[in-house]
């Protein structure tokens, strides 16, 4: 049997993180993001930054709307879950989801994306400070 490593050339895979960035085919993005397979959206949460409190359904119907079978969801240091309301969107569209700390969060996305699963990790940076 014939022993090889997968490419995953064409795909955006998670080769970094930190507090406050991730590196995706090492390249630094600063920011709450979504990252997929074959996109990055820049932007995501703006009012989450640090806190998670601040997330909002439309944050979530914005993940909804890329019609991936599983959201990740990395919320910082430590694993912390929004409102039950607020998964409503990902819900109603049968998308399946999990919350994890930033670390997890981007191992599991990338474990995931080398499958081929249709994946999304939505990363929420932590204010500084």
Not at 45 to 62: E, F
Not at 69 to 89: D, Y
Not at 93 to 110: K, Q, V
């Amino acid at each position: 049997m014939k022993l090889y490593q997968d490419s995953n050339d064409n795909l955006n895979v998670v080769t970094g993180y930190g507090d406050d960035h991730v590196m995706v085919n090492k390249v630094r993005h600063d920011g709450n993001l979504i990252v997929t397979a074959d996109g990055i959206h820049t932007g995501w949460a703006p009012a989450a930054r640090g806190d998670l409190a601040a997330l909002t359904a439309n944050d979530l119907a914005a993940l909804a709307g890329l019609r991936p079978e599983i959201v990740i969801i990395g919320t910082g240091r430590r694993q912390r879950f929004p409102a039950p309301a607020l998964l409503r969107p990902l819900i109603e569209a049968r998308i399946g989801f999990e919350f994890m700390d930033l670390p997890a969060a981007c191992r599991t996305y990338n474990i995931l994306v080398g499958e081929g699963r249709a994946v999304a990790v939505a990363l929420l940076f932590e204010a500084a400070g």
